[in-house]
């Protein structure tokens, strides 16, 4: 039998290491027991799912909305559905949503009882979407709002019923026509054209992917204002010619019967006109500016319509290009002018053209549309000097002129020929001539009256015969 040692206070002692062991052995106890106390804590609790949109719409209805074993789809997957909807703090319950008329500020509330055997946990989603009608229009696009979705134990349950998907009806600004769906699954993002549609009749019609589908949808409500609808823009054109210049005039026609709309006009996402009111049933003309020769995009944004527009919608886009001036410049040089320049524009719109003069800046030539002008500079003599016209994307170049227009003067000579005056010979002499070969027919003719002279000066000065002896003949004849 063992021993027991005691102390003379007659307690037992105990090994240490036995006490290690016990300390270790009840905290592993405790840890173990919170946990438990921790999963039986959260067991119950249903946690809200959040889920994406749909947006995948080539593949829509995706595959796994609907489980397997769930031989149902749009409203026979749930049984007893229910909507309680609240107006103006009054409550009314329909099993029926489509005949259920919605206004501006309602809340509606989603339930249903169970699912359909083999549908357990589906998700489901209650979603309002923006539209352009208060019916439904297949053509239109419906973007989603807002939504609540919930699948599995998210959606309640334990007795108490499933769903309670709460959701209110948004202001006119937000969606002025609506329409809210209770459908398997996320929500689509976009309901029409450019998205994809719940029910397997919509998606045929339109040529959707999936046509033969399952039908998503379990219930649904139109409503809105209807005749709240965007301002549209009717026309668009762009004119060089204006009292602003070049510039392309919006028509904005506001279609709404009751609330004035207001818009942005924007150019390359820059807003040159803000604010634009345009009366109820009435066009506005709004101008956007452009250079002669630019490509820009004009838009119009919709903000306001008896409140804001969150988010602003842009209803009009468009780019435009510019070509409004075609210059040209011939430069010519002539010793009567000095340098021409003709300027021609055969566009519309008039610009201004810069001449320079051995690169600087002598003159700025306005020209017409469809039009043109003229300039001349003088040039001295001997002036070497360099021109060139720019403007409106034109450059015509460097030209270089010289001004030599005065020819230098000539020296000629004319020789005079020898002539007899009296007994001696008088030897022509050559004459300087100076001037141009016009002189030559009047020192042709002097030359020919020299020569005429001195040959009758020889005639005169030439000895007489003697007519003595005919004197004593005849006096010795009586």
């Known amino acids: 039998m063992a021993q027991v040692r005691t102390t003379g206070r007659g307690k037992h002692l105990r090994p240490r290491s036995s006490r290690k062991v016990g300390f270790a052995l009840g905290l592993l106890i405790a840890v173990v027991g919170g946990l438990f106390v921790s999963f039986a804590s959260s067991a119950g609790a249903a946690t809200e799912a959040t889920v994406p949109a749909i947006t995948d719409y080539a593949t829509y209805p995706q595959a796994g909305l609907i489980p397997q074993g769930c031989n149902h789809d749009g409203a026979g997957v749930l049984v007893g559905v229910s909507y309680t909807i609240t107006h103006e703090g009054v409550d009314r319950t329909s099993t ?115 046509p033969t589908g399952p039908n998503m949808l379990i219930g649904f409500s139109n409503g809105g204002k209807g005749e709240c609808v965007a301002p549209t823009v009717a026309n668009a054109t762009q004119a060089c010619n204006t009292d602003s210049g070049p510039s392309v005039d919006v028509e904005i026609t506001n279609l709404d019967t009751n609330d004035i709309a207001t818009v942005d006009v924007l150019k390359n996402g820059t807003v040159v006109n803000s604010g634009v009111q345009i009366p109820v049933g009435q066009s506005v003309h709004s101008f956007v500016p452009f250079d002669v020769s630019e490509t820009g995009t004009v838009s119009v944004v919709w903000t306001d319509s008896a409140g804001p527009v969150v988010p602003p919608k842009e209803i009009y886009s468009h780019e435009f290009t510019f070509d409004c001036i075609h210059p040209g410049a011939t430069i010519t040089h002539s010793c009567d002018e000095g ?140």
Not at 130 to 152: E, K, P
């Open 96 to 210: 029926n949503l489509s005949a259920e008329q919605l206004f501006i500020g309602d809340t509606v509330k989603m339930s249903w009882t169970d699912y359909a055997p083999g549908c357990e946990g589906i998700g489901v989603s209650l979603a309002v979407k923006s539209t352009d009608h208060n019916i439904f229009v297949l053509s239109d696009n419906q973007a989603l709002v807002s939504y609540q979705y919930c699948s599995g134990s998210d959606c309640g349950g334990n007795g108490q019923g499933f769903g309670n998907l709460t959701i209110q009806v948004p202001s006119k600004q937000d969606a002025c026509n609506f329409q809210f769906d209770a459908v398997i699954g996320p929500p689509l993002g976009v309901v029409g054209p450019n998205g994809s549609y719940y029910s397997a009749a919509s998606r045929s019609q339109a040529g959707k992917p999936n």
């Open 339 to 478: 340098v021409h320049i003709h300027f021609t524009n055969t566009g519309e719109s008039p610009l201004d053209m810069t001449v320079t003069k051995g690169g600087n800046v002598i003159d700025t030539v306005p020209v017409p549309g469809n039009g043109s002008a003229d300039r001349t500079y003088a040039m001295a003599e001997d002036e070497t000097a360099t021109y060139r016209v720019t403007g409106g994307g034109f450059d015509s170049g460097d030209t270089t002129f010289t001004h030599d227009c005065v020819q230098p003067s000539t020296t000629t000579s004319t020789t005079v020929p020898d002539t007899v005056q009296g007994n001696e010979i008088v030897r022509g002499t050559t004459l300087p001539r100076t001037g141009s070969s016009s002189t030559l027919p009047m020192s042709t003719l002097a030359g020919v009256l020299l020569m005429t002279g001195g040959v009758l000066l020889a005639l005169v000065n030439r000895p007489m015969p003697a007519t003595a002896t005919t004197t004593s003949r005849r006096s010795r004849g009586r």
